[in-house]
């Protein structure tokens, strides 16, 4: 999965595989979490929202089942 290094918050790098709807989340600390089930849409506001680290907190974190890969 490509990923996209980003600054917001606690999280350094993004990436999404749309067919599988996987996000993939690289967090400070070299952390790497994998959410399944999450729709397009919500990947496209995590990456273009102002406050990332809220949206991730708020959005995505709890309401979808996670895989620690790292």
Do not use: C, H, W
Not at 9 to 24: F, M, N, P, T, V
Not at 37 to 62: C, K, W
Request: glycine residues 10%; aromatic residues 8%; charged residues 30%.
């Amino acid at each position: 999965m490509e990923m996209k290094k980003v600054n917001g918050g606690k999280l350094r790098a993004i990436g999404y595989d749309a067919s599988q709807r996987l996000l993939q989340v690289e967090l400070e600390g070299g952390s790497v979490l994998q959410y399944s089930g999450v729709p397009q849409d919500t990947y496209r506001r995590l990456a273009s929202s102002g406050a990332m680290a809220s949206f991730y907190r708020d959005n995505i974190e709890e309401e979808y089942t996670v895989r620690r890969l790292k």
